[in-house]
C-alpha cells in the first residue's frame, strides 16, 4: 500500500481548492512570488492570482485567456508563472524520456508529464516529507515491489533520484494502476497519491481525503493543459456516406 502522504514539492505548489468540479471542466489561477514560490488554485483567492487556463477539458485543451480578452494571453506568456509551468528547461530536457516510457507502458506522455508537474515540478532532485524521491515521486517501497534495489555503487534512494530508473518505476506504477481500475484515470491518480489500497477500501471511488481529491483534480487539469489541441481538420469532420442505386437485375 502507498503510503497517504502531504505535497512536497521544491516550488511548493500551494493547493487551495473549493469543492471538487466536474474533471471536464478546467480552471486553474496562480502567481509566483518573490521567493519564487508558485501558488496555484481553481479560483481566484486574491488579487495575485492570474488565470492561465480555462475552457472545457475535452473541447479545447490548450491554455487561454478569459473569455472576450483576446489580448490577455500575450501578456500572460510573459508572466512568471506561465513560464515557470510551459517553459521550465527541465521539460525539454526529459522530454524524449517521458514520452519513451509512455510509450512503453500505453500511457499518454501528457499524462505523465502532468504528475510530474504536480509531484515534482520538474525537480529530479525533489524529496518529500515522507521519503518520495525524483519527478514522479517514487517510495523506495514502490521502487523495491519494481526490482529497484541498492549496489555497492548507489543506494536505493540514489538509483530513484536517477531520472530514467525514476520515470520507468513510475510509470510502470501508473499503468499498473490504469489496468486495476479499468482505466479510470481519475481513480488511478487516486491511487497514485493515497495507494491503491485505500481506493478498494472506498468502493473504488476517490477517498474522501482532501489532499488527494485536490491533487486529481489538479493533475487532471494541467494533464488537459499539456495535451496538444488536435489539428483543425481532425476537429468534427462531418461523414459523407454515399450509397449507389442497386443494380438492375439481368
Do not use: C
Amino acid at each position: 500500500m502507498r503510503e497517504k502522504r502531504r505535497l512536497v514539492l521544491p516550488l511548493a505548489f500551494v493547493l487551495a481548492f473549493a469543492g471538487v468540479a466536474s474533471p471536464a471542466r478546467a480552471e486553474v489561477w496562480g502567481y509566483v512570488d518573490a521567493d519564487g514560490t508558485a501558488h496555484v488554485a481553481t479560483e481566484r483567492l486574491d488579487e495575485r492570482y492570474q488565470i492561465f487556463f480555462r475552457g472545457e477539458a475535452d473541447r479545447d485543451p490548450r491554455p487561454v485567456a478569459p473569455a472576450g480578452e483576446t489580448a490577455a494571453l500575450d501578456a500572460l506568456r510573459e508572466t512568471r508563472f506561465y513560464k515557470r509551468v510551459f517553459d521550465h528547461p527541465n521539460i525539454g530536457r526529459y522530454q524524449a524520456s517521458i514520452e519513451r516510457n509512455a510509450q512503453a507502458r500505453g500511457l499518454d506522455a501528457a499524462l505523465v508529464k502532468a504528475v510530474i508537474a504536480v509531484e515534482s515540478a520538474f525537480d529530479p532532485t525533489a524529496i518529500s516529507a515522507k521519503g518520495a524521491l525524483g519527478l514522479m515521486q517514487v517510495l523506495p517501497e514502490t521502487g523495491a515491489r519494481y526490482g529497484v534495489a541498492a549496489d555497492t555503487k548507489r543506494t536505493l534512494e540514489e538509483k530513484l533520484l536517477d531520472p530514467e530508473i525514476n520515470l520507468r518505476i513510475g510509470t510502470t506504477y501508473l499503468s499498473e494502476l490504469l489496468g486495476l481500475f479499468a482505466n479510470d484515470v481519475a481513480l488511478a491518480l487516486a491511487a497514485y497519491n493515497a495507494g491503491e489500497q485505500t481506493v478498494v477500501h472506498y468502493a473504488n471511488r476517490i477517498p474522501p481525503y482532501p489532499e488527494t481529491q485536490e491533487y486529481v483534480k489538479l493533475v487532471q487539469q494541467f494533464y488537459a493543459m499539456y495535451r496538444p489541441a488536435p489539428p483543425a481538420n481532425q476537429r468534427q469532420k462531418a461523414m459523407r456516406i454515399v450509397v449507389p442505386p442497386p443494380r438492375p437485375r439481368s
